[in-house]
């Protein structure tokens, strides 16, 4: 039997298209399906006379491979990635290697990981981005998990990944067990915020400034030929401009209800895991599910009315604006994706290059964007960076936007037109540059009815002290915990 550089399990649309993309760039691959009938159809259809190996059984698959083996699972995430892992095992040796290149969240790699190895075995976990087209010409590829893995798959992964206008490969090693998917889940919730701020500056348009699909679509195609260049911004151009057969603008014709695969969520949840003010994301899965409750939001439009307003300003200005503000929004919200994942990789000791990470993002993602190349120029400047904001050239973008910033999201609210995430966005960034933020009071609250102590501005950081403020409590003071 011919031995193959790699198997892939799984042929649904990306593993299908992953698969021809090895196969393009002068690999063979071993295929196999659940449902078999799918590999035949493959073998016959868009991989005929191709060098591929359609397989019938995991015995076959795994005995027509090169060692170490290499087995990439590209199913469903959850119980099925478990299922096939124990499949696989009886028909692997040490050494051998399985990569799961699905959307997995990140704490089921971690215990993957450790499973795999227990077997004697490796393992990668590796985010795959770019959807259909990039898995067929080259998708951002974020692996991690048993490092010794790395050099072995290396080649392979790094001539089907997407690359950079100078040809460096948007995939490298991130970091131990489940750092991969960490970064994609983070790639993913920054994905959701891009995509929300998108619609508010489109909502903004539409319905503040009473601007028709044509003028929003000359807008968006002028945006991405400056800072903004990016993929999301590219496609809202197409979108806007794209009429059906019948001449229909089909932007119109789709219903404003939203759906989520839950990586967003999964960021959310991260951030307050790890006591980081992740606000714009999660205002973004917020969004989702406040679109979703769509018969009622329509109920409500019908009782509650609040203040609507016609603008009377400046059109041209105010979407000059809009730009400004949608760019420093932006920064905001990889700078608090940069911030989680800083603090997920002291938690769970990953070495994790962020300039890497930047440059990985660059290509084949739904996030690649110029921009993300000023990012990795700034963490190549200063890799202990602790935050975006702090870099010059992201503080004074930042800072130019700021009036235009201010005034967006005035004019929003005036208008009546929610603008969640890049409110918060302006919100962080007001915060984060507080040197006094209220929290004193809040400390005071909390110990007053909960005596949960405080730290006072005249003594040390870490001495916390407790006041009887009713004159009825006692010295006796509740443990506390930091974020």
């Known amino acids: 039997m011919a031995q193959m550089d790699i198997g892939l399990i799984g042929l649904a649309v ?44 995991i015995e076959e698959l795994c005995a027509s491979l090169k060692t170490p083996r290499k087995v990439m699972l590209l199913v469903k995430a959850g119980k099925a990635v478990d299922d096939f892992i124990d499949l696989l095992i009886p028909h692997l040796q040490p050494g051998d290697i399985i990569i799961d290149g699905g959307n997995s969240h990140f704490p089921d790699t971690i215990r993957r990981t450790q499973y795999v190895e227990s077997k004697g075995l490796l393992y990668i976990g590796t985010g795959v981005s770019g959807g259909e087209e990039g898995a067929l010409l080259g998708p951002s590829m974020m692996p991690g998990g048993s490092p010794a893995a790395w050099p072995h798959v290396k080649d392979i992964f790094q001539a089907v990944c997407a690359k950079t206008d100078k040809g460096e490969p948007c995939c490298d090693w991130v970091g131990e067990n489940g750092a991969g998917h960490f970064v994609k889940m983070v790639h993913n919730g920054i994905e959701y915020g891009d995509m929300q701020m998108i619609c508010e500056t489109y909502h903004l348009m539409r319905e503040g400034l009473g601007l028709g699909n044509e003028e929003m679509h000359q807008v968006f195609a002028e945006w991405n030929k400056g800072e903004l260049d990016s993929y999301l911004i590219e496609i809202t151009r197409d979108i806007l401009g794209y009429k059906n057969e019948e001449g229909q603008a089909v932007l119109d014709l789709i219903l404003d209800t939203a759906g989520q695969k839950g990586t967003g969520k999964w960021t959310a949840i991260a951030a307050l895991d790890h006591g980081q003010p992740l606000t714009l994301i999660g205002e973004a899965v917020f969004a989702r599910c406040l679109s979703a409750i769509k018969d009622e939001r329509v109920a409500a439009s019908q009782i509650l009315k609040g203040k609507t307003k016609v603008f009377k300003g400046n059109k041209k200005s105010l979407v000059n604006d809009l730009r400004k503000a949608l760019y420093a929004s932006k920064i905001v919200s990889y700078a608090q994706g940069y911030q989680l994942m800083r603090a997920a990789a002291a938690e769970y000791g990953w070495n994790l290059n962020y300039g890497g990470i930047a440059l990985m993002w660059r290509g084949g993602c739904i996030i690649r964007s110029v921009f993300l190349g000023k990012i990795k120029k700034a963490f190549d400047k200063n890799p202990d960076l602790v935050n975006l904001l702090l870099d010059p050239f992201f503080a004074n973008a930042v800072s130019k936007a700021q009036i235009s910033w201010r005034r967006v999201i005035t004019t929003a609210v005036n208008l009546g037109i929610p603008m969640p995430a890049m409110s918060t966005a302006l919100a962080y960034f007001d915060g984060y540059r507080s040197g006094w933020l209220p929290a004193n009071l809040l400390q005071a609250q909390r110990d007053y009815f909960g005596a949960h102590t405080y730290e006072r501005v005249d003594k040390p950081r870490g001495e916390f002290f407790h006041t009887n403020w009713t004159g009825r409590g006692g010295d006796t003071a509740a443990s506390t915990y930091v974020v």
């Open 14 to 57: 990306m593993g299908e298209n992953l698969v021809l993309n090895m196969e393009s760039k002068g690999f063979s691959v071993a295929v196999f399906n659940r449902t078999v009938s799918k590999v035949d159809a493959f073998i016959n259809g868009r991989g005929k006379g191709k060098n591929f190996h359609g397989c019938h059984s």
